[in-house]
């Protein structure tokens, strides 16, 4: 088992900055990748960024990409997820999530096997 734990939600004002935090414990060997997913009100969870532990290689939604950076500390075990510039269509609950980092699945929900239990971030305008 893996287990997650998301940390740095809050209320912020739009063009505001926070650091979300996740930290994995349990059987570390079968996390290859971390992503963090947002499900929005009334929408589907959708996929955010993705980190390779090994390579550190990153992937990025779209709607995120150059205002988000995602990171990951091997030594602690630990994911990071910059938000910068929010925007009140950021608001969401975020989700951290690993997987097996299969290529073809590292945007999607299918390509991960543990989650966190999501933490809010709420960007007021």
């Known amino acids: 088992q893996v287990q997650l734990a998301e940390s740095g939600g809050g209320l912020v004002q739009a063009g505001d900055s926070l650091r979300l935090s996740c930290a994995v414990s349990?059987?570390?060997?079968?996390?290859?990748?971390m992503g963090w997913f947002r499900r929005a009100p009334e929408k589907e969870r959708e996929f955010t960024a993705a980190?390779?532990?090994?390579?550190?290689?990153?992937y990025y939604a779209d709607s995120i990409k150059g205002r988000f950076n995602i990171s990951r500390d091997n030594a602690k075990k630990m994911v990071y997820l910059q938000m910068n510039n929010l925007k009140p269509d950021d608001t969401a609950i975020y989700y951290c999530?690993?997987?097996?980092?299969?290529?073809?699945?590292?945007?999607?929900?299918?390509?991960?096997?543990?989650w966190g239990r999501g933490t809010q971030v709420t960007v007021s305008s």
């Open positions: 349990g059987r570390a060997f079968a996390t290859h990748a």
């Open positions: 980190i390779r532990w090994n390579s550190g290689t990153t």
């Open positions: 999530a690993s997987g097996p980092g299969i290529r073809d699945l590292v945007r999607s929900t299918r390509g991960y096997s543990y």
